[in-house]
């Protein structure tokens, strides 16, 4: 994080080589420091919806130009002085800072916040055919992506009418009706 001056309002000075000074009173103001105070959630993959919060994110301009997961650019879905709301874009597995630019040139860092997981895969699908009712198995690597649980799963484009248990590696769901 770059240095910063001390909060308030105050004047500019210029001062030459000779020695010559010209000067505006009251004509600058010291904002806080943005800073971030969580990236929620910490880790994720491609198309993951990430949450930071914090306190002076537009660092006195009108909108956050930039962010960054790891390296990684990702786009802007919100934004506002104490919350941005990105989605990953594609990185490789590896932890790195969250950094946040604004419109001003103003950032802030948090260092070490988000990790890049592997991209999820699915290896199976048991059974390949049925219909609603039908009991199917998932199974997968880093299925979750991060996440916790599951909003939405689909059959050939039909949404499940359950899911029976759910894990990083193995999703059961009872298959829609059409």
Same mark, same amino acid.
């Given at each position: 994080? /770059?240095?910063?001056?001390?909060?308030?309002?105050?004047?500019? +000075?210029?001062?030459? $080589?000779?020695?010559?000074? +010209?000067? !505006?009173?009251?004509?600058?103001?010291?904002?806080? *420091?943005?800073?971030?105070?969580?990236?929620?959630?910490? &880790?994720?993959?491609?198309?993951? !919806?990430?949450?930071?919060?914090?306190?002076?994110?537009?660092? =006195?301009?009108?909108?956050?130009?930039?962010? @960054?997961? /790891?390296?990684?650019?990702?786009?802007?879905?919100?934004?506002?002085?104490? &919350?941005?709301?990105?989605?990953? =874009? %594609?990185?490789?597995?590896?932890? =790195?800072?969250?950094?946040?630019? *604004?419109?001003? =040139? *103003?950032?802030?860092?948090?260092? $070490?916040?988000?990790? #890049?997981? !592997?991209?999820?895969?699915? #290896?199976?699908?048991?059974?390949?055919?049925?219909?609603?009712?039908?009991?199917?198995?998932?199974?997968? %690597?880093?299925?979750?992506?991060?996440?916790?649980? %599951?909003?939405?799963?689909?059959?050939?484009? @039909?949404? @499940?009418? !359950?899911? @029976?248990?759910?894990?990083?590696?193995? +999703?059961?769901?009872? &298959?829609? #009706?059409?």
């Amino acid at each position: 994080q /770059a240095a910063h001056g001390p909060v308030g309002t105050g004047s500019v +000075v210029l001062t030459s $080589n000779t020695g010559s000074v +010209v000067s !505006r009173d009251n004509s600058w103001t010291y904002l806080s *420091a943005s800073t971030i105070s969580s990236v929620s959630p910490s &880790a994720g993959a491609l198309g993951t !919806r990430v949450t930071i919060n914090g306190t002076d994110l537009l660092g =006195g301009g009108a909108t956050i130009l930039r962010v @960054v997961l /790891a390296g990684t650019p990702a786009s802007i879905i919100s934004q506002s002085n104490t &919350a941005v709301i990105v989605q990953a =874009g %594609f990185g490789s597995p590896q932890t =790195g800072d969250v950094v946040i630019v *604004a419109d001003t =040139g *103003a950032f802030c860092t948090s260092n $070490n916040s988000w990790t #890049y997981l !592997r991209n999820s895969d699915i #290896y199976s699908v048991s059974p390949q055919i049925g219909q609603g009712g039908s009991i199917v198995t998932i199974t997968g %690597f880093q299925l979750l992506n991060g996440g916790g649980s %599951f909003t939405s799963i689909r059959l050939a484009g @039909v949404e @499940v009418s !359950r899911i @029976v248990s759910q894990s990083s590696t193995q +999703v059961v769901v009872v &298959a829609g #009706y059409s």
